[in-house]
C-alpha cells in the first residue's frame, strides 16, 4: 500500500464526554463492531476489577476509574481506528485537554436524559478552539429522556454548535423502535436485544415509502416521524460538508450503546465522514501527511506504566511520513539525533512492538527522560519544529513538602520530572526556597495521583496542603518594571509566586480579587497563560 492510501484510510480520534454518559460502553462496542473483541462486558467487567488497557496505575484499580489515556488501533470497513481514551471522571487533567492535540477529530457523547453536562462544555472548548470536525452520538435511547429535537437545540443553545440530525427515531420515547437514515432516506428497525448487547443486534431496513414500515410500526409512530423529519427538513440545519469539516455542524446521531442501538450506522457514517490526518503547522510552513520525510511530536508522557518494568513511555502522534523500527530520527528540542528501538503500539488490548506506523497512528516510545511533552521528531534531512501546545491554565494549586527532609534530593527529583512530563505545573513561592513548592493543576485528582507517584516512584512521602486559590494570573507591567511582591499593590491579598521561567504570577480566590488588583495596579496586565505574556 502507498503512503497516499494508508494516510486515507486512518481515522484518528477521541470519544469526550461527561462522566457516565457511556465512554466507555461505546468504545467497547466500537471494538465489538470492528471485530477487535469478541464479547462486549470484557473492558466494563475490568472497570471494577481491573481495567485491562489502562491497568497501569494501581490509583485505577483502587478507584476503579482510568487516570490515564490510553490508545486502541482496529479495521473496520477498510479504515485503520485510532482511539485515544481521554480520562472523563469529574477530576480530569491537563493530559485531558493535550490527547485532544492530537487526534482529528471528536466523537461527543451526551446522555439523552442529561443533555450537555458540564464536563462537555469544557472539553468540547478545546475541540472547537482546533476546529475540528465533532461528531454528536446521543446516548441512552433505550430509556426515558429529553425529546430529540430539545436535544438538538441544547446543542446549539449550550455550545453554540449547529447540529445536523443524521438519523432521528422512530417510535416514542423510552420505547424506540428503530431509527431513520435520512441520508439513505430508510428505516433500520431493531430486534429484540437478547443479549444485554454482548453480541451485535439484528435488525431490518425499509425504505421510507415501503408499505410494510407503516405495519411494522404503526400508522400513529408513522405519522409522527414524518412530522418530524418535516420539520426538520424545513427548520433544521441544511447539510454542509464543509461546516463539518470546519468544526462549525455536528452531524447528530441518535442510539444506544448499550443495546447496540444505531451504533453500527454511526460507526460507519462517522467513518465515511471523519476526516483522515490533517496537515499541520510548523516553524517550516505546513506539514502534509504525505510528505515523505518523517515527523511526529509528543503529546503525552507517562512513566511507569508497567510497574515489572520502570519504564518511562512518550507518545507520539506520527505526522508525516512513515514510522520504522529502529530509524534514527532528530529530536528538535535537544538538537539530537535519536534512535527509536522498541516502539510500542497498542492494538485492542495489548502492547505490542511495531515495525511500522503511519501518519494519523500514536506510537509510545521508550523515553530515557529527554522528552517533553510536544516535542517534534522529524527525519534528519528535513528540520523543524510543531507549533508550540498551548498550556491550560492551572485552577487547583496546593502546597507540597517531603514529610521527611533528608529525601529534599528525591523530593526536587520527581517534582522536575512530574513537571517535565507535564502532570503538574510547578511555582515558587518568593523566598520560600526549595523545602517546598507549589502546584498548580488542571484537576484535583492530580493531587492524588501527585502523592501516589512520589512515594511509589521516588519513596517520598509528602504533605500535601490545598490552598484556597482558583486563578493564576502572569503578570507584567506595561512599562516595562518589574512585578515584584513589593511593587504590586495587593500582592498579599493572594500568593505572589514565580514559574519555572521566573515569571511572576499571581494567584487569588476568585475573579473579584483580580478586579481588586487590576483598579489597583493601572500599570499591571494580567495573562492566563504565560504564553500570552
Ligand atoms: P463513561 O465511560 O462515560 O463514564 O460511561 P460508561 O460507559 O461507564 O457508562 C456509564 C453507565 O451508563 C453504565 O452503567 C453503563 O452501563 C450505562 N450506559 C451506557 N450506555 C448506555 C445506554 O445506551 N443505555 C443505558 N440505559 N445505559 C447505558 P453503570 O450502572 O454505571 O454500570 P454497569 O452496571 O452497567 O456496568
Known sequence: MTLTEE????????????PDAGKTTLTEKLLLYGGAIHLAGSIKSRKTQRHAVSDWMEIEKQRGISVTSSVLQ??????????????????FSEDTYRTLMAVDSAVMILDAAKGVEAQTKKLFKVCRERRIPIFTFINKLDRYGKIPLDLTDELENVLGIRAYPMNWPVGVDGKYLGVFDRRKNQVELFAEDTTHGQKERAS???????????ERIGQDNFDALQDDLLLLDEAGEVWDKSKVDAGELTPTFFGSAMTNFGVQNFLEEYLRLAPPPAP??????????????????????????????RDRLAFIRICSGKFERNMNVWHAQTDKLIKLAQPQQFLAQDRQIIDEAFPGDIVGLFDPGIFGIGDTLTDTAHKFKFEDFPTFPPEKFARVQAKDTMKRKQFAKGIDQLTQEGAIQLFNQVGAGTESYVVGTVGTLQFEVLQYRLKSEYGVDVLLTMLPFEVARWLKFNDGTKVTPASLRGADRGLFVLDRDENPVLLVENEWALGWIRDNNPKLEMFATPAEL
Not at 7 to 18: D, L
Not at 74 to 91: E, K, M, S, V
Not at 291 to 305: G, H, L, R
Open 7 to 18: 494516510i486515507a484510510k486512518r481515522r484518528t480520534f477521541a470519544i469526550i464526554s461527561h
Open 74 to 91: 482496529f479495521d473496520y470497513a477498510g479504515c485503520r481506528i485510532n482511539i485515544l481514551d481521554t480520562p472523563g471522571h469529574q477530576d
Open 204 to 214: 431490518e431496513t425499509f425504505a421510507a415509502d415501503d408499505p410494510q414500515l407503516v
Open 280 to 309: 499541520r503547522l510548523s516553524s517550516d510552513g505546513i506539514i502534509e501527511p504525505e510528505d515523505e520525510k518523517f515527523s511526529a511530536f509528543v503529546f503525552k508522557i507517562q512513566a511507569n506504566m508497567n510497574p515489572a518494568h
